[in-house]
Nanobody, 121 residues
Framework: QAQLADTGGGLVEAGGSLTLSCAAS????????IAWFRRPPGKEREFVAA???????TLYADSVKGRFTISKGSVDTASLHMNSLKPEDTAVYYC???????????????WGQGTQVTVSS
């Protein structure tokens, strides 16, 4: 099973932008789904965005629609472009790999180690 490495987190001011990357150690097949989840401080993990690799169909949480974009980057790498960041976007962000285009964490079996995003007000 391919492993995932999520990188790109950091400290940014409110209104700023940041791009996260999720690199797979093996090939991402067209049927796979790559997703991003996040865990805000003291809260449960929540869905952010997902993409069906082959056709590029996407799914977004309402809280990030219009601000975040998930896309296929270079070979076997997914990106999460985050614009107009808000303090409430502060969280550890995780990429995950599964087979279903869904917001349910239980559908994803492979997870990255997480990358911290902090948005200052």
């Amino acid at each position: 099973q391919a492993q995932l490495a999520d990188t790109g987190g950091g400290l940014v001011e409110a209104g700023g932008s940041l791009t996260l990357s999720c690199a797979a150690s093996g090939r991402i097949f067209s049927s796979a789904v790559i997703a991003w989840f996040r865990r805000p401080p003291g809260k449960e993990r929540e869905f952010v965005a997902a993409i069906r690799w082959g056709v590029g169909r996407t799914l977004y949480a309402d809280s990030v629609k219009g601000r975040f974009t998930i896309s296929k980057g270079s070979v076997d790498t997914a990106s999460l472009h985050m614009n107009s960041l808000k303090p409430e976007d502060t969280a550890v962000y995780y990429c995950a790999r599964g087979q279903d285009l869904t917001s349910a964490p239980s559908a994803f079996r492979t997870w990255g180690q997480g990358t911290q995003v902090t948005v200052s007000s």
